[in-house]
């Protein structure tokens, strides 16, 4: 186990600055995940914890012991990575074996921490097979195997099911959660996936552009993002996001947008001094907006249904409304044709306003 520091890391090769002055704190136990778009920094961060990889700047803790430049093998992590790769000519008691036979362990040892970890990514029956012989998740569940019984003080892993196919994903998934809680054990999981992200996360972490913008709990980068980029890169499918500005008419403040108007709060306009004119950015996910066929009172927006996805639990429906498109998710006794016009109802105590360099207003409230 073990809590790691991350202070002011910055990374480049070249012109290209991979990591920009980067700090935060993983907790002894946590499961932090590094979410961000593909290119953002993720991998050279885990590569630089994993000390693969020397940072052009910066420092990084192991408990309170100063780690930056020492190589791989004094560190105690264990990495999993997307493209892993198992030692083809060995089978999988001997891939997960390979690492603790290197340090010269007694064979009754090696026996039994190796059925131990295979027992816990549930491929004891498979001790066997060759790596030909094994499908992707089984795959996958080796590499872990490996990392595990090596007791690492710190996992750290790579978009490790990103590889994998879809129902596979879903299943390793849980099991990784389950692993977490059974090894007690501190991990830093790197994904580009949202949800993944949300279901695995003890805390999320989100990079863009080399720069960590928000660390929190998957339901507080939900509910309070920081800025826009947090607003839509959370949540599926991904909030509205509608540029505008603040009108006021006959005393009441007025989010303007080229095709519809929507009231705000006098609160939320005031406590931020933002002035009639100014340009703002409304957000609204698709889960919090209803839409209505009978006319509401006063000027809420309407729109015309593009499409309708019905997904099960829900549907999935596009509207325009004008120019631009509107996504709401709506129960499933709602299953519109093309063209059907519909009021469209956000909640107002959901919106979120971002401000000119995308900023969220919304905290003020919270
Ligand atoms: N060894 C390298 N040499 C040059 N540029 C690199 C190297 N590794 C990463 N980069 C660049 O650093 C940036 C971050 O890359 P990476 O950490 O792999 O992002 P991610 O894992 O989030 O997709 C990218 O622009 C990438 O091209
Ligand atoms: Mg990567």
């Excluded at 059974?182 to 999981?189: E, G, H, M, N, V």
């Excluded at 695995?200 to 989100?206: D, F, K, M, P």
């Excluded at 907006?289 to 006063?298: L, R, S």
């Amino acid at each position: 186990m073990s809590n790691i520091r991350v202070k002011n890391l910055t990374k480049k090769f070249g012109e290209v600055i991979a990591t920009d002055n980067v700090s935060f704190k993983v907790d002894d136990g946590d499961f932090l995940v590094l979410l961000g778009p593909s290119g953002c920094g993720k991998t050279t961060m885990l590569r630089m914890l994993a000390g693969l990889e020397f940072p052009t700047s910066g420092e990084i803790f192991f408990e309170e012991e100063e780690v930056t430049d020492q190589p791989p093998d004094k560190r105690d992590i264990a990495m999993v990575f997307q493209n892993l790769a198992l030692y083809p000519h060995m089978n999988v008691f001997q891939n997960v074996a390979f690492c603790l036979i290197n340090q010269k362990k007694n064979r009754e040892y090696i026996e039994k921490k190796v059925m131990e970890a295979l027992e816990i990514v549930g491929i004891a029956s498979l001790r066997n097979r060759m790596p030909y012989e094994l499908s992707g998740g089984q795959k996958q569940r080796v590499a872990l195997a490996r990392s595990i019984v090596r007791e690492p003080k710190l996992f750290l892993l790579d978009e490790p099911l990103a590889a994998l196919d879809a129902k596979i994903r879903t299943t390793m998934r849980s099991e990784l959660k389950q692993l977490h809680k059974k090894l007690k054990a501190t991990f830093i999981y790197v994904t580009h996936d949202q949800i993944e992200a949300m279901s695995l996360g003890t805390r999320v972490a989100v990079m863009n552009e080399g720069v960590i913008e928000q660390v929190g709990h998957p339901l507080d980068l939900y509910d309070r993002p920081a800025n826009r980029f947090i607003a839509s890169f959370i949540g599926s499918p991904s909030m509205n996001i509608f540029e505008g500005m603040i009108k006021k008419d006959n005393g009441e403040y007025l989010f303007q947008n080229v095709d519809f108007v929507l009231p705000l709060s006098e609160e939320l306009v005031k406590n931020n001094n933002l002035s009639e004119q100014e340009k703002v950015t409304l957000g609204i996910r698709p889960e919090d907006t209803d839409i209505t066929v009978e006319a509401q009172e006063g000027g809420v927006p309407k729109g015309s249904v593009l499409t309708c996805e019905p997904l099960g639990q829900y549907n999935q429906i596009t509207l325009s409304t004008g120019e631009q498109e509107w996504v709401c998710l709506t129960d499933t006794t709602i299953l519109p044709d093309p063209g059907q016009e519909f009021q469209i109802t956000p909640l107002m105590n959901k919106i979120h306003l971002f401000d000119s360099q995308g900023n969220n207003l919304r905290k003020v409230l919270d």
